[in-house]
């Protein structure tokens, strides 16, 4: 829902997407998945509707239907090398460095469908620290929108997943985060689209207040 005032959430736990949440990196993501699209034969901004969010593998699966997954796998791993070589362009998202560092102390996560070389190049690149708790490709069975990810990432922080507050732009990442029964802050305008619990156009909008009882109350707006 789009805010018209201050939203405040309280919080135990914050698990956070990376790509179009607090990483930018819509250009390199952009690149490789037209690339991927032509060798295809399929229309590059149909495939970009259904690649933000999931892993590689997934979406090809749903844009290639019947199709092994074993080559679904093969070509995600590839493209997944492509796109950790592939940096230019990518930037924080407006406000990430100060929420992250506002984050000191308080239980989170990061939770990506990308792996662990990926995320680490996407995170250096755009100056960002990662967090200590990561749950990447490598850590899942399932890609978002099941909510695997999110549930495993409460279960490294010790919190009940109706204590954690998801921060996610896309409509996978919004949908998993709802199916782990969680509340979900949706980033940017392509998460305004998918109904979370509120909406920020970007982390600047976000103020993080710790209180005395271990809880966080997060300032949306």
């Known amino acids: 829902m789009p805010m018209t005032a201050t939203t405040v959430l309280t919080a135990r736990a914050l698990l956070l997407d990376m790509d179009g949440t607090l990483v930018n990196s819509d250009a390199a993501v952009e690149r490789v998945w ?6 295809h034969g399929l229309d590059g901004d149909e495939v970009l509707k259904v690649v933000h969010g999931r892993q590689g593998y997934a979406s090809m699966a749903l844009l290639l239907p019947g199709r092994p997954m074993e080559q679904n796998l093969a070509e995600n791993a590839r493209m997944l090398a ?40 996407r995170m250096k690149a755009a100056g960002l620290a ?3 708790v990561r749950i990447t490709a490598e850590s899942v069975g399932a890609s978002k929108p099941d909510p695997e990810g999110f549930l495993k990432g409460a279960a ?6 109706e204590d954690c507050v998801v921060f ?9 985060g709802r199916a782990a029964g969680m509340r979900v802050v949706g980033v940017g305008p392509r998460a305004g689209l998918h109904r979370p619990d509120a909406v920020v156009r970007d982390l ?8 005395a009882d271990g809880t966080v109350r997060l300032h949306l707006g």
């Open 34 to 39: 037209r690339r991927w699209a032509d060798r």
């Open 156 to 161: 490294e922080l010790g919190v009940v997943p």
């Open 82 to 121: 492509e796109e950790t070589a592939d940096t230019e362009g990518v930037v924080e998202v407006p406000g990430a460095t100060g929420f992250l560092a506002a984050l000191n102390g308080v239980p989170h996560a990061l939770v990506t469908s990308a792996d662990v070389p990926l995320s680490t190049a």
């Open 204 to 211: 600047r909008q976000v103020r993080v207040e710790k209180t």
């Open 130 to 132: 990662l967090p200590s």
């Open 168 to 176: 996610e732009d896309s409509g996978a990442g919004v949908a998993a």
